[in-house]
């Protein structure tokens, strides 16, 4: 180590000035300068757990916009003969996402479906696994793979003479059979005698096919008994099935007009314009699932949003007053956040909804309900910012200089604080999405009469089909379950970039 005698011993002629001819200036910075929120979105891209759930947020979130709006099923679409029917991925899909399920059924069943096939050309049974003996042995059971929608088969309606017209129109025009003859009551199975798909012969109330001995159905269809040909006594004039010798009976004249036998795959598309497809299947009551669950997860988003933004101004507000003034005025509006916050919030939610519902309606008092204690949370991270922030050197030479109060808390403490207050901000939606579907799933909020969906709605709905139709209840689900995880680890991101001194402190 070199001490202070040899360096004083250091000749004078070793010394030399480095610039001596130069005059030395600042020198310009290569970088350009980085604010607050671009070094808080720097931070955040290295999270790529949080990227990837804003990604999936993100999608959710158009997912909840686009699909109503293109969505052919309206909200108000209700289809009785085509509830709880499997997801459907397009109209001619076969192997996956087909809207059939593996079943197995009995002889009578198996017959019904058969004869379905033959009469229209829509075969239910899309593959016969094999059969198998009964357990007492005395029937053949057989294991298939059963479509949802062609299962439905013909349906009887009432039709007044101008539909009636308009359908035969269709038929003639597009070269389509929609109506189909009408068969003798009398002749149906006793326990099936409003059953339009039983057109053939049976035996027995079970429903099995009475075949002829050649193992054919033998049709039970209505005959024109006036003699007077076609058309005679429904009027038809239009595509018969093959077989008919011109006697047939396509409709039974009634008060309001025709009682007619219809293909309902068939009618669908007369009346919709395309072909049966719902996506993710549909609900109990025949509404489409895939834009019943969009609505009911665009309502969630606008609820928890509004939640959010109505909770960060009020606890932003009230938040700052405690902070910056402290002391008594502290103390006092501290007691009264004290005594909102030790009311639990499901039974505030619960009584609004009987007494305040009936007057402002179900949406408004849960919003109430949501926003009367909800803003707490947020004026308690508010009022710690501002004690931390407000002693600072800055705020001390802004007051020194005139600045006023109001100026001094949203122009110069509030800014520091917009980060901590932007993630509990976040924060809120999940648990507002949360809370307002376990509200609709336990029924105390009962958004269905207000024409309204939500996603725990949909979860209310389908928990009676779990173990039948659990496609009903898995896709709100999943939905739910993605968007909490999604943004609970996004909200860690967000917490990290604004505040790299809390990274991890919530793990």
């Not at 099935?241 to 009618?267: E, H, S």
Request: glycine letters at 10%; aromatic letters at 14%.
């Amino acid at each position: 180590m070199t001490n202070k005698t040899e360096i004083g011993n250091i000749p004078k002629e070793k010394f030399e000035f480095a610039q001596r001819e130069e005059t030395l200036h600042d020198v310009k910075l290569d970088t350009k300068p980085i604010g607050y929120f671009r070094d808080a979105f720097n931070r955040f891209k290295r999270n790529k757990g949080s990227v990837v759930s804003a990604i999936i947020i993100l999608f959710l979130l158009l997912y909840a916009i686009i699909t109503p709006i293109f969505s052919p099923y309206s909200a108000t679409f209700l289809d009785g003969y085509y509830s709880t029917v499997l997801p459907k991925i397009s109209a001619k899909a076969n192997g996956f996402w087909d809207g059939a399920r593996r079943e197995k059924i009995g002889e009578s069943r198996y017959d019904y479906y058969t004869a379905m096939a033959q009469e229209s050309g829509y075969n239910p049974l899309r593959k016969v696994y094999g059969t198998a003996l009964s357990e007492d042995r005395q029937s053949t059971v057989y294991d298939v793979k059963l479509d949802s929608y062609y299962k439905v088969g013909c349906q009887f309606f009432d039709l007044k003479p101008d539909a009636y017209n308009a359908l035969i129109e269709y038929q003639n025009k597009n070269n389509i059979q929609v109506i189909y003859p009408m068969t003798d009551a009398s002749k149906r199975p006793s326990a099936f005698t409003n059953d339009a798909n039983y057109w053939y012969r049976t035996s027995g109330t079970k429903g099995k096919a009475d075949k002829d001995a050649n193992g054919n159905f033998v049709n039970i269809y209505m005959r024109d008994a006036s003699g007077g040909g076609a058309g005679d006594i429904d009027k038809y004039d239009s595509l018969r099935i093959d077989g008919d010798d011109g006697t047939y009976q396509y409709a039974v004249p009634n008060q309001t007009g025709y009682r007619v036998r219809v293909c309902y795959y068939k009618y669908f598309e007369y009346v919709n314009g395309f072909e049966p497809c719902f996506v993710f299947g549909t609900t109990g009551n025949g509404q489409d699932l895939f834009g019943a669950l969009a609505r009911g997860a665009r309502f969630s988003f606008i609820l928890a949003i509004s939640v959010s933004l109505i909770n960060m101004i009020i606890g932003a507000i009230f938040g700052a007053i405690e902070g910056y003034y402290g002391g008594a005025l502290d103390l006092i509006m501290e007691r009264f956040v004290e005594i909102l916050s030790g009311v639990p919030f499901i039974i505030l939610a619960t009584l609004f909804q009987f007494h305040l519902a009936n007057k402002v309606g179900v949406v408004p008092s849960l919003l109430f309900a949501f926003v009367l204690t909800g803003w707490i949370g947020t004026a308690g991270t508010v009022r710690t910012q501002f004690y931390r922030f407000k002693h600072q050197e800055y705020v001390l030479a802004a007051r020194t200089l005139g600045a006023k109060d109001a100026r001094l808390m949203f122009r110069h403490i509030f800014p520091n604080s917009l980060g901590t207050i932007i993630t509990s901000s976040v924060l809120v939606i999940p648990g507002v999405i949360g809370t307002e579907s376990m509200l609709s799933y336990l029924n105390i909020v009962n958004l269905e009469g207000s024409g309204t969906t939500s996603v725990g709605t949909l979860l209310s709905a389908g928990q009676g089909l779990m173990t039948t139709d659990p496609h009903v209840l898995l896709f709100p689900a999943i939905f739910l379950a993605l968007l909490m995880i999604c943004f609970n680890l996004f909200g860690n991101g967000l917490r990290d970039a604004f505040n790299p001194s809390l990274r991890g402190s919530g793990e």
